[in-house]
């Protein structure tokens, strides 16, 4: 059974930092794209970071660019978000999404900034 977990969500101050997890399984994770996406309430979801499958090339959405690295560990089957400077736009449901063979998605951690 494929499954992609995200955690590692939560409430933050602006320019507070947040680490996300996506936890994958049931498929060949090694030979997958790795992306994250995010949703704000009442707008479309968006493209936030890619990983290769290889780990050696990573792309960003431009207002995340110099704040936000997405990484893996291909022998944990995990991709991580590191997200510093947080700000209030970065609020949204942060998804993972897997795209290879097959495209699979997980069920989305809040990341909230606020005061």
């Known amino acids: 059974q494929v499954q992609l977990v995200e955690s590692g969500g939560g409430l933050v101050q602006p320019g507070g930092s947040l680490r996300l997890s996506c936890e994958a399984s049931?498929?060949?994770?090694?030979?997958?794209?790795m992306r994250w996406f995010r949703q704000a309430p009442g707008k479309e979801r968006e493209f936030v970071a890619r990983?290769?499958?290889?780990?050696?090339?990573?792309i960003y959405k431009d207002s995340v660019k110099g704040r936000f690295t997405v990484s893996r560990d291909n022998e944990r089957n995990i991709m991580y978000l590191q997200m510093n400077n947080l700000q209030p736009g970065d609020t949204a449901l942060y998804y993972c999404n897997a795209l290879g063979t097959y495209e699979y998605w997980g069920q989305g951690t809040q990341v909230t900034v606020s005061i």
């Open positions: 990983i290769f499958p290889r780990g050696d090339r990573t």
């Open positions: 049931g498929f060949r994770f090694q030979y997958y794209d």
